[in-house]
């Protein structure tokens, strides 16, 4: 088979199980969006994908976005879904259309600065981190409700939602409840009285759990390993 035809293959089974779980939770498939991980991926793997109907596309790398940004301009809008340093900011902050990965306050401080400075207005997502495990970044679950006072003071800022990056599990059902918890937080959060403060967004789940997630009431599906196959990480 041409590559192409392998990746259409993978989008349209990907398309079916997002679907067929919609279906299981009594949900609507057009509510969830399915973010392809193009991250390690060149660009022509991109663009076979941009033939097939992507358009957004989520990179952990400022500089990989840049380079990308470079070549798709606004073909296809990229979403920053991996730990964003500090530093790194300002090189990023008018390529991407969503940050994820929004993990500290002082991170949300320079994102609104910067928005402010380049006439910007970011959306972000909060990144929890429910299971609570120690190499992942994100807030705790206690954290979430002091943040969000914390940001609503915030001018430039858009918060849109949640994400989480839940554990890496064998048996997906274990995650079942990592998912249930952010829901959670994204219900009890949809009413509140800060301007820029929305609950639209609820990403979590990835390859191995998306299906569980989407269950659980995930809004979008990061995806990469499904849709490209193994990465291909360079020892640079
Ligand atoms: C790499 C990555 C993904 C995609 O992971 P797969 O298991 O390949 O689907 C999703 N979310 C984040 C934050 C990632 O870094």
């Not at 909060?126 to 495990?133: C, F, K, Q």
């Given at each position: 088979m041409e590559q192409l035809e392998?990746?259409?293959?993978?989008?349209?089974?990907?398309?079916r199980n997002i679907e067929e779980a919609a279906k299981r939770a009594g949900r609507r498939p057009e509510e969830i969006t399915l973010l392809p991980v193009t991250k390690t991926q060149p660009i022509d793997v991109l663009e076979k994908a941009y033939r097939l109907g992507m358009r957004i596309a989520g990179e952990n790398h400022v500089q990989e976005i840049v380079e990308k940004?470079?070549?798709f301009g606004d073909r296809v809008h990229f979403h920053m879904i991996g730990h964003l340093q500090r530093n790194k900011v300002r090189q990023v902050l008018d390529?991407?259309?969503l940050i994820h990965s929004m993990d500290s306050l002082r991170l949300a401080r320079d994102i609104d600065r910067i928005g402010g400075e380049l006439g910007l207005c970011p959306r972000i997502l909060?990144?929890?981190?429910?299971?609570?495990?120690e190499s992942k970044y994100g807030i705790s679950v206690e954290e979430l409700p002091d943040m969000l006072e914390q940001l609503?003071?915030?001018?430039?800022?858009?918060?849109?939602?949640?994400?989480?990056?839940?554990?890496?599990?064998e048996n997906p059902e274990e995650n079942r409840p990592v998912f249930r918890t952010l829901r959670q937080l994204f219900i009890d959060n949809k009413s509140n009285p800060f301007h820029n403060i929305e609950m639209n967004v609820l990403s979590m789940g990835m390859t191995n759990d998306y299906q569980v997630a989407i269950e659980e009431g995930a809004t979008l599906v990061r995806i990469g390993t499904a849709l490209f196959g193994a990465r291909q990480y360079t020892t640079a």
């Open positions: 392998v990746y259409e293959q993978r989008f349209l089974q990907v398309r940004k470079q070549h390529k991407v259309e909060i990144e929890v981190n429910v299971a609570g495990e609503s003071s915030l001018a430039h800022l858009r918060v849109e939602g949640l994400m989480t990056i839940a554990p890496f599990v």
